[in-house]
């Protein structure tokens, strides 16, 4: 039996790591974009790396970040994947994942068909692709809360592996995977009790939910 890979994005303390490793989650999410109200100073990531360290794999999110902000980080957080949040291109995505020898995701925002079809150009460049809502211009690029329309990945069939993000909560997740067949999904917001606040019970349940889908 297969089932989708589970990403907490957005862990800020020791409490809501150790939910995750509880869970059974694959993977957390570690946010480096200073405007989120997620976001992790260097040494905060340190801290929780040497706590993750064996028991669960570490994303970096990025938005748009220069070398030396994705260097210090990629350090810091002990990182096994850099995710790219941000207008980076094919050629960008190549350059860090050449730069810094980890596999890297690029997050994909949709809100229709030709924001699909767009990941055909990043064969070759990523490593994984996570579809996510489109935000609102102004707004954070992710963890809002918002969905797009599933039934777009229905029929999807890219060169990459690939994951959902984008609204999942504990309720939806399971329909969510049944309906994309993705093999990973990514929640932020959707296990929080405010913007920032992780609640170890929702993460707990969100990954019982995935799991059993």
């Known amino acids: 039996m297969t089932y989708a890979l589970v990403k907490i994005c957005g862990i800020s303390s020791p409490a809501t790591l150790a939910a995750c490793i509880a869970a059974r989650a694959e993977w957390v999410g570690f946010n480096f974009f200073p405007p989120s109200p997620r976001f992790l100073t260097s040494a ?26 994705l260097a210090e980080a990629v350090h810091a957080g002990r990182l096994d994947a850099i995710q790219l949040h941000g207008h980076e291109s094919p050629e960008r995505v190549a350059q860090v994942r050449q730069r810094f020898g980890l596999p890297v995701w690029k997050v994909l925002s949709v809100s229709g068909p030709d924001d699909i079809a767009h990941a055909a150009a990043y064969a070759g460049a990523a490593d994984f692709l996570l579809f996510d809502a489109k935000t609102p211009k102004g707004q954070l690029p992710g963890g809002m809360g918002l969905a797009f329309d599933w039934s777009l990945l ?40 405010a913007p920032g606040l992780k609640d170890v019970d929702k993460i707990a349940a969100f990954c019982k939910a995935a799991r059993h889908a």
Do not use: C, H, M
């Open 154 to 193: 229905s029929a999807y069939r890219g060169p990459l592996a690939w994951g959902l993000a984008g609204g999942l909560t504990p309720a939806n997740v399971a329909e969510a995977i049944r309906l994309t067949g993705a093999g990973l999904v990514d929640t932020s917001s959707g296990v929080e009790s």
């Open 44 to 69: 905060a990531a340190a801290g929780l790396a040497g706590r993750a360290q064996g028991a669960i794999r570490k994303a970096g999110v990025f938005v748009d970040a220069e070398d030396a902000f």
